[in-house]
């Protein structure tokens, strides 16, 4: 009877709340951010790791790109796992849905 081409548009948010939680806690542009994000690294790597981060984007880059702030990025990318202990928080909020689900299944 009615047609429901103004539905099709329409998304509904279907994320659970561990990909929530892991979008605010590591706000990578890609899985190679990602799990940069979530793996540590000796300090005296990365500055190395960056300075390889800034010469892969040029080398993929089609346009212009930014050196310093490329460098800048990725070394904060590659210093957040330090700071924050990326796996372990990772590790809890997977730990604390599985509980908080299995705690609303009993």
């Known amino acids: 009877m009615g047609d429901n081409k103004g539905f099709g548009s329409v ?5 659970t709340e561990e990909a929530l ?5 590591f706000p990578a542009k890609n899985k190679l951010q990602h799990l940069q994000m979530i793996t540590e690294i000796p300090n005296r790597l ?3 790791m960056a300075v390889m981060g800034v010469i892969r984007r040029l080398y993929a880059s089609t346009g212009n790109i930014d ?3 490329t460098f800048e990025e990725e070394f904060y990318v590659l ?14 909020i997977v730990a604390a849905v599985r509980s908080k689900r299995s705690d609303d299944e009993d």
């Open 11 to 15: 998304k509904i948010n279907t994320e």
């Open 21 to 25: 939680a892991f979008k605010i806690l």
């Open 46 to 48: 990365r500055v190395p």
């Open 67 to 69: 050196a310093i702030q």
């Open 79 to 92: 210093g957040l796992p330090i700071d924050r202990k990326s796996r372990l928080e990772a590790a809890e």
